[in-house]
Structure formats: C-alpha cells, structure tokens
C-alpha cells in the first residue's frame, strides 16, 4: 500500500481510502444473506491489506457503530474522519459526543464540517469555528476539515488557511476548475480527500477511474465500500495500477465527452 502525507495535518494515509458511510447497508445485507461478510470482516480486510483512512459521516449513526466496533481494538493503527452539518455550536458539540460514543473513542482524527455556501470563520457571531477549534485544544478532535460541493465555497475555505483538509467531489467527469482546485489544495499544503470518486455512480469504469485520479498525488479518494468484491478490486488496482498510456487517455477523454 502507497500513503502520502495529508496536507498540514501531517497524518500519512494510504491512497485508498475506505468510505464507510455505506456500512449500514452492509450490515442489512448480512441480515438477509447468511452466506454474506460481516461488516467487521470487511473492514479487517481493509485494514490487514493497509488501509489506514476510514472516513464515515454522523448522519448514518449506525455505519460510525458499525466502524467503530471493527476498528475497537486497533483503534490507534488507524484514522477515522467523520462529518457534522449541525448549525449551531451547542449542536456541534452534541453531535461530536454522539459521534465519539457510537465509534468507540475518545478522539476524531478529522472533524469535517459539511456545508454548501456558508464557511465558518473565526469570531463569527455564529461560533462555529471557534466551537471546533475549541473541540481540538480539548483533544476531542486532531484536525479540521471542511465537506462541501460548492466549488466557491471549496476555494474559499482552501484560501482562508484555516482548514486542514478539503472533501470535495472529484472523478474523471470533473471539470478542469476541479482539477485546478487540487492544484491550489497542494500549493496551500491542504489535504485533498476526493468524494465521489465514481462521479456519483455514473463511471463504471473502476480501471479508468482509479488510473485518472492515481496522477493527482495529494488527492486521496474515499472509495464507497458496501460489498466484499468492491474492496477486492480496489486492492487489485492498487497493486496493478492501470497504465496511463495514450489508449487510456483516449478512453477517458470519450467518458468525458460523453458525460460533459
């Protein structure tokens, strides 16, 4: 397993990342399927093939459970990112206590607050960002980070200097704004973690995909994992990356086309 150094945070993670928010489905599936993986098997094999970046979100409280209970004993070999959109600093906290409870811990590496338009600021009579630098000096929560899909918003908070990482939507169908964007996130040493690494479900290439955001070195995408078989071919990938030869951009150049 390759890791690169996510931004400012300093944390070294590997360049697969797991995307937990789906776990819950998981774990309805072993629910009907007796022969099926259990959540934690899934996970373990994330973990025993060196993935090391677990990244779930507290608007599905039974995936942070579900997390937290595979990765219980191992809890300091890894790092878990997790999301709040609450709107006010009592719901923060709130939502962060929620969140250490349901996964098992005493500290969130990566705190993201989720937002599309609105970017919390220092002495903002809201108290947002002061609520979660607050939660960082008390050793709640590492480092903070910012979930959007608004590209505005997204380089606004890379801008400000007052983010540590960035989430944001970023496949082969992405724009050129995008691509510059990664390009700002490593000129201000802000890590860049790619949601929606498929475009939302519309390339079911995996090769084309995986191999397109493989020549960005400081994005690092959440592969939203809900079956054995996706983990499978993730791991084969990034032990055989996809060539990047004229064929391949070729091809990915007719996805774009076709979708842009």
């Not at 942070?64 to 300091?76: C, N, Q, S, T, V």
């Not at 979660?132 to 590492?142: F, M, P, R, S, W």
């Not at 993730?234 to 979708?259: M, S």
Request: glycine content about 6%; hydrophobic content about 40%; charged content about 25%.
């Amino acid at each position: 397993m390759e890791y690169v150094r996510l931004g400012k945070t300093n944390l070294l993670i590997s360049r697969v990342a797991f995307g937990a928010m789906r776990l819950a489905k998981i774990g309805q599936e072993v629910l009907a399927d007796e022969n099926a993986l259990s959540v934690a098997s899934i996970v373990r094999k994330a973990y025993e093939s060196g993935i090391n970046f677990f990244d779930t979100t507290h608007k599905v409280p039974e995936s942070e459970k579900l997390l937290g209970e595979a990765l219980y004993d191992i809890r300091r070999n890894v790092f878990i990112a997790t999301t709040t959109n609450a709107k006010t600093s009592g719901d923060i906290c709130r939502d962060l206590d929620d969140s250490l409870m349901t996964l098992h811990c005493d500290t969130v590496d990566l705190y993201q607050f989720e937002t599309e338009k609105f970017l919390p600021m220092p002495g903002g009579a809201d108290k947002i960002y002061d609520t979660l630098t607050n939660l960082k000096e008390q050793g709640k929560i590492n480092h903070i980070g910012i979930v959007t899909t608004n590209i505005e918003t997204a380089e606004k908070a890379v801008r400000s200097g007052l983010y540590e990482t960035l989430q944001f939507p970023f496949s082969l169908v992405s724009s050129q704004r995008t691509e510059e964007l990664s390009k700002l996130c490593l000129e201000m040493d802000v890590g860049f973690i790619a949601m929606q690494p498929l475009g939302g479900g519309v390339i079911e290439n995996l090769p084309l995909a995986f191999g397109y955001l493989r020549q960005f070195e400081n994005v690092v995408p959440i592969w939203g994992i809900k079956k054995q078989e996706e983990l499978d071919q993730l791991l084969y990938f990034n032990e055989h990356p996809p060539v990047i030869d004229e064929q391949f951009h070729a091809d990915a150049e007719q996805v774009r086309n076709f979708f842009n």
